[in-house]
């Protein structure tokens, strides 16, 4: 992939760090390492073309095609993710490569080979010293720890970034919960508030509707009092007659 996509200054570095990137580290190589990752891409320089020597073929242990090394990976991580952010460490190990020829030359051209036999090394030692003579194992594992440091510095930082937007969402999402849970009480104590106030209304319509025993005892009585005025001026009426009719 291409360095301008993998940019791992504006995904794993911080302003702060980045700001420091024109000092130089405490190192014991020729050339001036940079102690962060390289914006622009830059001519690598490459091993010479023989006609006469050619690396050993091997049917020892062969390499990762990513890391170089047989894979201790955790088998729960996302592929896809996986797979990206081990491309972004590629991209980023490739954008340090420093002028000239050095432990990431080296490494490349193991890597092109595949193998780990003893014997791969000794050609890509002998052939790198007939592109810089300067170069020797103690120059290339010092270029190497420059080369791990850089790529540590980058993990602890995406790691400390990481854990740091971890725990801002679950901090989020827990004030949210908190937030809902809270809510929830409040209907639920509101719900049954309302609950207990129907209760007590029905029970109060329930009353009137028992008062209308009173009612209808009322209109009995009144209809008793028409009919006992009724009997009582009949019979008044009768002895009014007779008086009337017999005196």
């Not at 028992?210 to 001026?233: C, F, H, Y």
Request: proline share 4%; charged share 25%; aromatic share 8%.
């Amino acid at each position: 992939m291409s360095k301008e996509k993998f940019n791992w200054k504006g995904l794993f570095i911080n302003d702060e760090e980045t700001s420091k990137k024109d000092k130089t580290p405490d190192k014991k190589i020729e050339k001036a390492p940079a102690t962060s990752f390289p914006e622009s891409a830059k001519t690598v320089s490459t091993f010479p073309k023989t006609t006469g020597t050619k690396f050993p073929k091997s049917t020892t242990t062969q390499f990762s095609k990513t890391s170089g090394q047989p894979p201790s990976l955790d088998t729960s991580i996302n592929h896809s993710i996986l797979n990206g952010v081990i491309e972004m460490y590629e991209a980023g190990f490739e954008s340090l490569n420093q002028p000239g020829y050095d432990f990431y030359e080296f490494f490349k051209a193991i890597k092109a080979v595949g193998s780990n036999d003893p014997a791969v090394y000794k050609m890509a030692f002998t052939m790198a010293q007939s592109v810089d003579a300067k170069v020797s194992k103690d120059v290339l594992l010092t270029q190497a720890d420059y080369y791990i440091k850089e790529i540590e510095k980058v993990h602890n930082q995406y790691h400390k970034q990481g854990n740091s937007k971890k725990s801002q969402i679950v901090s989020a999402q827990k004030a949210q919960k908190d937030n809902l849970t809270s809510e929830i009480s409040d209907l639920e104590r509101q719900l049954l508030e309302i609950q207990t106030q129907i209760a007590h209304k029905r029970n109060q319509l329930d009353s009137i509707d028992s008062e209308m025993g009173n009612v209808a005892e009322i209109d009995q009585k009144i209809a008793a009092n028409d009919t006992a005025r009724t009997k009582i001026l009949e019979t008044i009426m009768t002895v009014v007659d007779g008086i009337k009719n017999n005196i």
